[in-house]
Each structure stands twice: as C-alpha cells, then as structure tokens.
C-alpha cells in the first residue's frame, strides 16, 4: 500500500508535467556553443489582472464568449506583448492590467529570486526519473490546489498517504521526493518525505505505531532502520528529525551505508546525489523553490523506464521520442503558481548542439504546436462531460505560444511562459482528458497529418554514428556511456563474466570518432577482453528489445543467436591497445 501510494503521488504529478510538456514542448536539434555563464533573465511581467495592450487600451477578446466556455474550470486569458525596449515608455499601470516588457532573446524572469537547486539527498543512487513536490508551498496557493485536483483524486489521496507516513497533514510537508532507478527485477521506487518543522514519527513511538504499524527499529551503521513489508523506513539523524526515507530495505541499507561512508558531521551542501553525467549538469542550474519540478532521461523512459508509461500514457511513448530526439539525455519541467502560472523547461543541450539555437527552434516548433492540437482534438469523441474543454486546447496552446520566451544559458536550453493564474490546471486537465479519449470510430486523419514513423529498433540505433572518446574508464561506465548516447537498454550479465575471469572494473582508454554505435561497441568489448570471449545478444521480453553483454560460452549454452558481425575481424585501427 505505501510504495503504491508513494509511486502514484510521484507517477500522477509526473503525468501532467510530462503531459504539458509533450503538448507544447518539441525541441529541436542544433550545435552546442561551449559552456558559458548564466546570462541574466529578461524582464519580469508586472501582474495585475486581467491583460491590456502596451498604450493602455483594453486587448482584444482572446477566448470564446464566456456563454461557450466550459463549466469545469475558468479559462486562460490572453497576455498581449508590450513594447520592446528603445520603443515609447509603457505608461502608468492601471487597475486590472498585466504590462509585459519584453527583451528579446531571452527567457522571462522567473516569478521569484533564484534560489539554490534542489540536493536530492537520499534519492536511490543512479536515478533517472524524479518528482519533486514542495506540498506546504503548494497548497498555500489557490492555483495550488486547483492544479492538484486537476491532476485527479488518486493525486490528492496519494499526497494523503504521503503525511499520513509521516505522521502529518500535507500542509506540513516541505518537500516530497521520488525517483525511479532499474533494477534487477524491474523499477525500483525510493522517496524521502520533508517536513517543514520536525515530524511527529521522528520522537514518538505511538505516532510511529500509528503511520507505519507495528516495526521495531535495528541499529545500521549508528542509524535506525525500522523494517517492514513492504518498505522500511528511515530518519537521518543528520536531518534532525524532518526527514523520513522510505523504500525497499535494500534500497534503504544502501543509502544508510552511503551516509556513514559520508563521516559525521562531513555536510556537503549543494547537491547530494550519485546521477548520470547529464542530469547533475541540469540538477545544478535548477531552483529548488519551484512547486513541481520533473527532472530525468528521456533516453531512459523508452528504455528501462517505459512501464512508467502504462494505459493512456503509453500513447505519450512517440511524443516523448520526438520530443527529446538528437541525442537529449536530461531535460526538467518546474511548475510554479501565484500573481501567474509559471512554466520553464530546461534541456541539456547535445555535446554538437548550441543551447541558443536549441532554445530558437524549440520557440519555432510551439508556434506550429495549436494546429497539430487542433487535428489530434478533431479525430477524437470526447465524452461530453469535458468535450469543451477539450476543443479549447488548441485556442489554450495559442495564448501560451504567444507567450513562450527562450534562450540558452551556458550548456542549457532554457524555454519559459507567465500566463494568468488558471492557466496551469485548465492546460493539465485538458490534456489530462484528451490522453483519456480514444479516437472517433469515423474520424479521418488531419489534411497535411502523417503517420508516425516506427519506433527505431535496437539494430537500427546501432546503425547511428556516433563518438564516444575517455582517457580512462571501466567495461561498466563506458556501456552506460554510449547506452546514454543510443537509447539503446544495455545490461552486463556480470554472472556470465564471472564464470570467464572478465571483471567489470579493468579500465582501458577509448578514442572512437564517427563510428557506427554498434562498431564502437565491438571496440569496447574488445578492450574488456583482448582474447575475444566478449559478445553481445539481442533479446525480445514483453514485445520490447534489449542488448545483453555476455560471453560466447553462456550465449552457446543458452542458445543465444551471436550477431553475425562477431565472425568477422574489427576494421584495422580498431583494434585493442
């Protein structure tokens, strides 16, 4: 019961941020200007109510009548440019109005000062999927709330069972993590719950009792570990007492062992997490303070990660491959609600791709997104309860292209919107029913829309030409190395090394430039294994493909078909050195 409710809390958040960015976020591909300061934001909009054009008149009706909007939820007002800077000065502002000041090329202020990125302490090392909520901040705003029960009563039920493990009300909660790693059988959830003052499970035994039923507590490295089924707990002593971790007992030994590994009193600061190379590069440039942050691999959700995508969401599975395609391996989604519904997307730009003209293409793309809306809502039979709703997506889509604003920043591709206060749960819910609907029986596809490609298999992302080059590394990190790069699962039978002698762990140099992956690949395995016992197969599991790195011995044993490729020598210049 906790570890469903605890993936569903993460899960449902997840769906709507995922959701509001495939609906209105495609980037593009592009060559990656080296790392560079932060440039300073543009201007911020002054908020005020509802929108005037730059000399003060009243602006034009964005929406339909307000006769023919939808009962379920106010609609999104439009937010007209104001003058650029060097234009006439923007006059007094007057009651009721929203002014924005534009600066060209660069992405709006945020709603509020910067603050630091979020440290991720105790999330399971290696994850790849996250969900950060700030539940006490959230729910003290009225878009807040509307934005959670836009996400659905399960949402709502599992933030319930999220205080509940800590003996709280959601009010009194800071901060909610959860991430997603793979593991052997599957996908392996962690999450640690902050309280704004200590939490009443830290120094009560009857409160503990209560949340998490009978458990006695075992001592671990001068922790106390207090094990169940399914999932044990766990209060940093380092924490004071406003941190719970919650996840399976294996998951939370390592994490116990890692802090003693910290030393006492040994604080860091900044980030406390073990992530792939990109997503600590975006980790870093995140604020912290934002209501809803989704971080992770879009590499990783088509891969090990793809059960995530499960139902309606599975139809999200060619969106997000689009979405992210040209190599992007770490992107994050922050929500934000107050005087206005803030949205910002931050992508790690490719190694050959500049974060300006990433953001530029991404800001060319939005402006194509209503009318791609528009077709995909005509082909469906919404059930009438939320058909308006629905059909106003589009119209929805164009206030916000007219509003996006984008730039780079260093090794990111930063994209951002201010829209009035309700924006938020009108776009969630909407694409929260329009994911719900199935297509029209009679429907005929859009004049000009084409279908979508096949996903690419394994054999033809080995196909890719790539460049993967080190000093020095491991068998290990230089498999997760270009499995980043391909999309491509990629899992080391390290039982069937063993039984070889072959460890993991030998480091060897690597300088591969414009090579086929699966070519760079061999190289790879090569340098593991000079006397060739290396090899890899390709596997169907559940209508999906993975490549397995094992030995020509087990594979034989196993009756494993060995790639054809592996009876022919590597091409001269690659061979081990």
Excluded at 403 to 414: D, I, K, L, Q
Aim: aromatic fraction near 4%; hydrophobic fraction near 45%; proline fraction near 10%.
């Amino acid at each position: 019961r906790l570890s469903l409710a605890l993936g569903g809390l993460g899960l449902l958040l997840a769906t709507v941020a995922t959701v509001a960015g495939v609906i209105w976020l495609r980037p593009g591909a592009g060559p990656r200007e080296p790392a560079a300061p932060r440039v300073k934001r543009g201007d911020e909009p002054v908020r005020e109510g509802t929108a005037t054009d730059a000399t003060g008149n009243g602006a034009k009706p964005a929406l339909p009548p307000a006769d023919s909007r939808p009962a379920e939820a106010p609609a999104v007002a439009a937010i007209p440019p104001a003058p650029t800077p060097g234009d006439a000065a923007v006059p007094a502002r007057r009651e009721g109005t929203i002014v924005l000041a534009d600066t060209p090329g660069l992405p709006w202020a945020p709603p509020n000062p910067p603050g630091p990125p979020p440290s991720l302490a105790h999330l399971p090392p290696g994850t790849q999927l996250a969900v950060l909520v700030r539940p006490a901040a959230l729910l003290a705003t009225e878009e807040g709330k509307l934005f959670l029960r836009a996400i659905g009563a399960d949402a709502e039920r599992a933030l319930a069972e999220a205080a509940r493990l800590a003996g709280c009300r959601p009010e009194q909660l800071d901060v909610v993590q959860v991430g997603w790693r793979a593991a052997d059988d599957g996908l392996e959830l962690g999450a640690v719950v902050w309280g704004t003052a200590t939490l009443p499970v830290a120094g009560d035994g009857a409160a503990r009792t209560a949340a998490w039923g009978e458990r006695e507590g075992s001592e671990r490295s001068g922790e106390t570990v207090y094990r169940g089924s399914p999932l044990a707990c766990w209060l940093p002593r380092r924490h004071g007492g406003r941190a719970l971790v919650v996840g399976p007992a294996a998951l939370v030994d390592e994490l116990v062992a890692a802090e003693a590994e910290r030393g006492a009193g040994d604080d860091p600061g900044g980030i406390e997490a073990s992530l792939p190379r990109d997503l600590e590069t975006l980790v870093g440039t995140l604020d912290g303070g934002r209501h809803v942050t989704l971080l992770g691999s879009p590499a990783w959700l088509e891969s090990d990660g793809s059960a995530l995508l499960a139902g309606p969401l599975a139809r999200l599975g060619g969106a997000l491959a689009e979405l992210f395609a040209g190599g992007i391996r770490a992107a994050a989604l922050g929500l934000h609600f107050g005087d206005t519904s803030y949205a910002e997307l931050d992508v790690v730009a490719p190694a050959d791709v500049p974060s300006a003209r990433l953001a530029a293409t991404l800001a060319t793309r939005i402006a194509a997104l209503p009318a791609t809306a528009e077709a995909s809502c005509n082909a469906l039979d919404p059930h009438p309860f939320g058909r308006r709703l629905v059909m106003r997506l589009p119209r929805m889509l164009e206030v916000l292209a007219e509003n996006v604003r984008a730039g780079g920043e260093g090794p990111v591709a930063v994209v951002n919107c201010h829209l009035p206060p309700h924006a938020a749960h009108n776009l969630a819910l909407a694409a929260e029913l329009a994911l719900a609907q199935t297509p029209g029986s009679g429907a005929a596809p859009a004049a000009g829309a084409r279908a979508a490609p096949p996903a690419a298999g394994i054999r033809d992302k080995l196909a890719k030409r790539i460049s993967l080059s080190f000093p020095r590394d491991t068998l290990e990190r230089s498999i997760q190395l270009l499995a980043e790069e391909t999309g491509v699962p990629i899992e080391i039978r390290g039982s069937d090394l063993q039984l070889e002698g072959i460890t993991k762990n030998q480091s060897f140099a690597l300088f591969e430039r414009d090579k086929a992956a699966e070519e760079i690949l061999r190289v790879i395995l090569a340098r593991s294994n000079p006397d060739g016992k290396l090899v890899y197969v390709i596997r169907t599991r559940d209508g999906g493909e993975s490549l397995e790195i094992t030995t020509r011995a087990a594979a034989g044993k196993r009756g494993d078909p060995i790639p054809p490729v592996f009876d022919s020598p590597l091409p001269p210049g690659d061979s081990p050195k």
